[in-house]
């Protein structure tokens, strides 16, 4: 049986997507299967450190009703411009380009209230309108879950080269990252690995590691599910400042025990995409 009728709408379209991501070196989703668990500020940290090792490196902020990373590198007030009708994205040194759905809010305090249909074009658009220029990498911070928001961005990257899943140490936070996995073996998309986020409280006093939400749990599952273990991200209380000020911890505290942490797992990860 024959396959579908490309139409000129249809092939035009691809030509877009393709013209918006054909620069693109690797393309890394980061996704949880639940929200709270820490996903902006990870994936605006990974994106963050390979920045750091040199790489031109662009952060894609495609969740639609909680788009969190302008606030977290202090760009939230800034303007997108223009070019021959594709939008550039914001600038952030030494070699990150940021975009995200709340560049195209009319002020950081207007909820989204779309339905579904609605929702998937804005996505649609949003992917293909973007002159990302040349890039090493693209961290693409997903919404959370593995709904029709998550189906339609994994099936406009068809070509990225895995998917990273963050957790928390807890059991329904694990149970959760299963249901990612399981979302990525349908939708034929590489698991690079697990990331287990706030695993152990480190005392800025004396240092000792306190297992406030347990710890192992991110690690035994990737165990479990025969995936890479990417490692554990402590619980500091400089992470959550600099979420808060707009500068990542791998840049504000870059001898912290996160900022270790951030720049073994994206040694792996590097290691896993060449």
Not at 43 to 58: D, H, I, K, R, Y
Not at 137 to 152: C, F, I, K, N, R
Not at 210 to 233: C, P, W
Request: aromatic share 4%; with cysteine.
């Amino acid at each position: 049986m024959a396959g579908p009728l490309l139409t000129e709408e249809s092939i035009q379209e691809e030509t877009k997507l393709q013209d918006a991501l054909g620069h693109i070196k690797h393309i890394i989703i980061v996704m949880s299967g639940k929200g709270g668990v820490g996903k902006s500020t990870v994936s605006s940290n990974l994106a963050a450190t390979l920045a750091m090792q040199g790489n031109e490196v662009g952060i894609m902020d495609v969740d639609i009703t909680g788009p969190n990373i302008p606030k977290m590198f202090g760009v939230e007030d800034e303007q997108l411009h223009v070019e021959n009708e594709r939008l550039i994205p914001v600038t952030v040194p030494p070699s990150l380009k940021i975009m995200s759905m709340a560049f195209l809010l009319p002020d950081k305090d207007s909820p989204i209230m779309w339905r579904g249909p609605v929702k998937m074009g804005a996505i649609k658009q949003f992917i293909e309108d973007v002159n990302w220029g040349d890039l090493d990498y693209l961290v693409v911070d997903m919404p959370p879950g593995t709904g029709d928001e998550a189906l339609s961005i994994v099936q406009l990257m068809p070509k990225a080269d895995g998917m990273v899943i963050v957790t928390t140490p807890q059991d329904v936070a694990l149970l959760d990252s299963r249901k990612s996995l399981r979302f990525g073996a349908e939708t034929r998309i590489p698991i690079i690995g697990i990331i287990e986020n706030m695993s152990g409280f480190v005392c800025p006093h004396c240092g000792e590691v306190t297992d406030i939400f347990k710890s192992g749990g991110g690690e035994r599952a990737a165990k479990e599910l025969n995936v890479q273990f990417l490692g554990k991200i402590p619980i500091e209380p400089g992470v959550a400042e600099c979420g808060d000020s707009g500068m990542p911890v791998v840049l504000k505290y870059p001898e912290s025990a996160s900022a270790r942490a951030f720049e073994s797992i994206i040694g792996k990860i590097v290691k896993t995409v060449n």
